[in-house]
């Protein structure tokens, strides 16, 4: 018998693929489409590891499931190869960031084929190359042309000792990761992408993906953090009354405000301070705030800090004096930078007042009229009180009275604020894509010409880890001023790495396009992508910025889609020994040392078997040995049976064994294929089969070789898209010429699924007293039960105890009863 080798028989099958071209596109219009997608890798030197596996083991399923399934499919892939680990090579290893990331890329793109994953290779998509970040660079200029770039003064880590800007990843405990000095907050102009202006129809959007995780849409609107509110303006009397704004989400607590907050940061302040006697010390506060991040000014836990700037605010309404302050936990860049403190009704506020003195005037009492008991803050619903007109009004209505009657004085009105914030998108970093932006004496800011696209990244940098490589090339700073011809200084920050994945999607339509990005009509054949899988610590980030690419590219009529994925599929993790699968925990187990030994179907079926696809996978060696058992077990029965299928018998089931088997086939066949379809249950479809094979095994040699013919073709043909290889080779095996991944999924008929019945004589105690109708092949115990549960014979042993029922399957039950 011919041996089952996937180490021979898998490559050659990848070649043939290769060769003929097997997973191209097809580009017809009669099939629906079906766009296929899983997260593309970034190009480590580390190669794959069980999560890509698992990953495109997935999506490969799916692609080869919707093809067979008459749909056209495109299954692309390419890397992400820009980004941080290629300039530390070059920085600690002196290698070419460049040459290393292009041979990782090779390695991964190796490693990918040797899984057998029905990639259409022609569209590989590498974002580091000239080809691609070409029109990531036409894509920039598209967001500047559309007011969606733009520069701004921000506050970045710097190193002074290393005179660099650090990204928030290289920050230690406030410190520098490379040479330990303390890092300071630096402003410097950056590049900002306007995502701010995409808030709400980023969270519109949300609502038509239903496909999309419930979780993974309840992060996005938390990041987006829409809050509906108000804008109040006190007045600075001793500033000839200049305006303060504060944001509140309850105007209905506007009588019980006694302090109002500044952020440090806010512009209001150094003038407040000016020649008061808490200058100094609000300078020096305002200083060591700007050094601490979010999280250390206004977790929970962290103590409110405050101090007095000695100046005083007027109330909008009451006229009141409103001692104005400065503390840690406002921020500059959330709402106005301002708030109105109401200790009263809000918990932070009451522990602010608290230490430092400051009134409490409850505005809002419940219901019930109980007396506040100063304990806390009263933060729930109720009825004003202390609130001059709007005295016994509820609070939820006095949230819209107040606001209204504020707008109608100009002293106000309803807005909203949101969490989000514009996109930093420049990196002091080499190996990025290039900002296509000169800087002119003349001109100023000069968007380079579409036509002189790329600016390419320059090889003539040093890499000393300090100052940003690119400022280090002569032939890249230095240039013309396209508009007036006079010198012009290059841009030399890149681009945060998060632009390259968030449209790289849409550059896999149409992937050799010289002059745009990808043409609508492409765009427009296949997007939105139908199933999008990786790993759900993507589910802000990458997902939020390729929505927004997606709907600023929509909007500038570059395709009909406004949302880029119709169903985002999340992953779960791969785990050994109930742990993530990680290098700093040891417990790696390493794709290629198991395609070596056991083949990239056994792997490939072990993870689709093993758990379904959202749920966490804990790898087991003695799984892998299972899953490669079954194949082996597979491959037997296919080669057992070879003989069969010289003279092509036809199935007809003339006997109980063939009819039976010809049931099984429909069963599992209908089973794989309503698990398959968008429920994703690959585990259950593939246990279905394993049913069938044990079905095939217990087939008698005397029974119908035509129906067992076809039930052997349909094990093939249902295996196809979970192990690729063995389920090709077996196919020529059978005698067959056509490819096993051309053939239609195997359609099951109702009617075949349906027992055949034969009626049986039910004795009480050996008379014959009744008929009952059970399925043909049914089991003594399953016709015991069947039998004791009818109504009829209920009734005839009633009052009496059943001592003893035998069954003679397919003839008669006899019950024995006293
Ligand atoms: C007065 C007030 C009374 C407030 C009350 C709350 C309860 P969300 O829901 O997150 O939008 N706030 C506004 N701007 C702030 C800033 N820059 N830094 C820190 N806190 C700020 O929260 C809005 C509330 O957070 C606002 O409503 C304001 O406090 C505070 F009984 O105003 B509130
Ligand atoms: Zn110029």
Redesign the pocket.
């Known amino acids: 018998m011919k041996r089952y080798e996937p180490q021979i028989l898998e490559p050659r099958w990848q070649k043939q693929w290769e060769q003929t071209a097997a997973h191209q596109t097809e580009e017809t219009t009669e099939k629906p489409k079906f766009y296929a997608l899983e997260m593309f890798p970034y190009p480590s030197g580390e190669g794959l590891h069980m999560g890509h596996v698992r990953n495109y083991s997935i999506g490969d399923v799916v692609a080869r499931f919707k093809r067979m399934n008459g749909y056209r499919v495109i299954h692309p892939m390419g890397a992400d190869a820009f980004g941080l680990p290629a300039e530390n090579a070059a920085i600690h290893r002196g290698v070419n960031p460049r040459e290393w990331t292009e041979s990782n890329m090779e390695r991964i793109r190796e490693e990918q084929a040797r899984l057998g994953i029905s990639y259409d290779w022609d569209r590989y998509v590498g974002t580091c190359l000239p080809d691609y970040y070409h029109f990531t660079q036409w894509l920039f200029l598209l967001f500047y042309e559309r007011g969606l770039a733009y520069r701004k003064k921000a506050a970045v880590n710097w190193c002074p000792d290393c005179a660099t800007v650090l990204a928030n990843e290289q920050v230690e405990d406030g410190q520098c990761w490379r040479c330990g000095s303390e890092v300071e907050k630096k402003e410097l102009e950056q590049w900002f992408l306007r995502i701010t202006d995409y808030a709400d129809a980023l969270l519109e959007g949300l609502e038509q993906l239903p496909q999309w995780p419930e979780k993974v849409k309840a992060m996005q609107r938390n990041w987006i953090?829409r809050?509906q509110?108000a804008a109040i303006t006190f007045t600075i009397p001793e500033l000839n009354d200049e305006p303060v704004s504060?944001?509140?989400?309850?105007p209905d607590?506007l009588y019980g405000v006694t302090y109002l907050v500044l952020?440090p940061e806010h512009p209001l302040v150094s003038k407040l301070i000016q020649g008061k006697e808490s200058e100094g010390a609000i300078q020096a506060f305002t200083e060591a705030m700007a050094k601490e991040s979010e999280l250390s000014r206004?977790g929970s836990d962290v103590e409110k800090v405050g101090h007095f700037t000695g100046a005083y605010a007027k109330h909008p309404l009451t006229g009141e004096s409103i001692p104005i302050w400065v503390a840690n936990?406002?921020?500059?860049d959330?709402?106005?930078?301002a708030?109105?403190g109401?200790p009263a009704?809000?918990e932070r506020?009451f522990i602010f007042a608290h230490k430092y003195d400051l009134p409490i005037r409850q505005v809002i009492q419940s219901q019930e009229g109980e007396e506040d008991d100063g304990q806390g803050a009263f933060?729930d619903d109720g009825l004003l009180i202390n609130s001059g007109p709007f005295d016994g009004m509820g609070n939820r209505e006095a949230i819209q009275a107040i606001a209204a009657h504020l707008e109608s004085q100009e002293k106000g009105g309803a807005t909203v604020?949101y969490r989000l914030r514009d996109w930093l998108f420049s990196r002091q970093r080499y190996w990025g894509c290039p900002i296509p932006i000169l800087y002119c004496d003349d001109c100023g800011v000069v968007p380079v010409p579409k036509e002189d696209l790329p600016v390419r990244l320059p090889e003539d940098v040093v890499f000393d880890g300090k100052s940003n490589p690119l400022t280090t090339s002569d032939s890249f700073a230095t240039t013309t001023c396209p508009s007036c011809g006079g010198s012009a200084r290059r841009e030399t920050d890149t681009m945060d790495t998060f632009i390259d994945s968030s449209w790289y999607f849409l550059r896999y339509v149409d992937p050799h396009n010289q002059t745009v990005p990808f043409a609508k009509e492409k765009a427009d054949r296949w997007m939105p992508v139908d199933f999008y899988i990786g790993g759900v610590e993507h589910a802000v980030l990458h997902l939020l910025y390729s929505r927004f690419v997606t709907k600023v590219l929509h909007d500038a009529d570059m395709l009909e889609a406004e949302e880029p994925f119709r169903h985002y599929f999340p992953q779960g993790m791969v785990l050994k020994d109930g742990s993530k699968m990680s290098k700093s925990k040891g417990n790696v187990v390493s794709p290629r040392e198991i395609i070596d030994r056991y083949g990239a179907d056994t792997a490939r079926l072990f993870i689709l078997f093993a758990a379904p696809p959202d749920r966490e996978l804990e790898w087991s060696d003695s799984g892998v040995e299972g899953s490669y058992r079954f194949l082996t077990r597979v491959w037997r029965m296919v080669q057992n049976h070879n003989s069969l299928f010289e003279n092509q018998p036809l199935p007809q089931q003339s006997d109980a064994a063939a009819k039976e088997l010809n049931r099984l086939v429909h069963q599992t066949v209908k089973k794989a294929t309503v698990d398959m379809d968008e429920r994703y249950q690959f585990n259950t479809a593939i246990s279905g089969i394993m049913e069938l094979v044990n079905g095939i095994y217990a087939y008698p040699e005397e029974a119908d070789r035509g129906t067992l013919a076809q039930a052997i073709e349909t094990v093939i043909v249902l295996l196809a898209p979970f192990a690729p290889h063995i389920s090709a080779e077996l196919w020529q095996d059978i005698g067959k010429s056509d490819s096993v991944h051309d053939q239609p999924w195997p359609a099951y008929d109702e009617a075949a699924l349906v027992l055949d019945e034969v009626e049986i004589a039910v004795q009480i105690n050996g008379k014959v007293r009744h008929k009952a109708t059970v399925p043909t092949g049914a089991d003594r115990e399953a016709i015991e039960a069947q039998v004791m549960a009818e109504e009829k014979v209920r009734q005839l042993v009633d009052g009496k105890t059943v001592r003893k029922v035998i069954v003679i399957p397919g003839k008669l039950v006899n019950i024995v009863a006293k």
Do not use: C, E, K
């Open positions: 953090g809050s509110g504060v944001f509140t989400t309850r607590t952020a206004t936990y406002v921020l500059m959330y709402g106005t930078g708030v109105m109401v009704h809000d506020d933060v604020s």
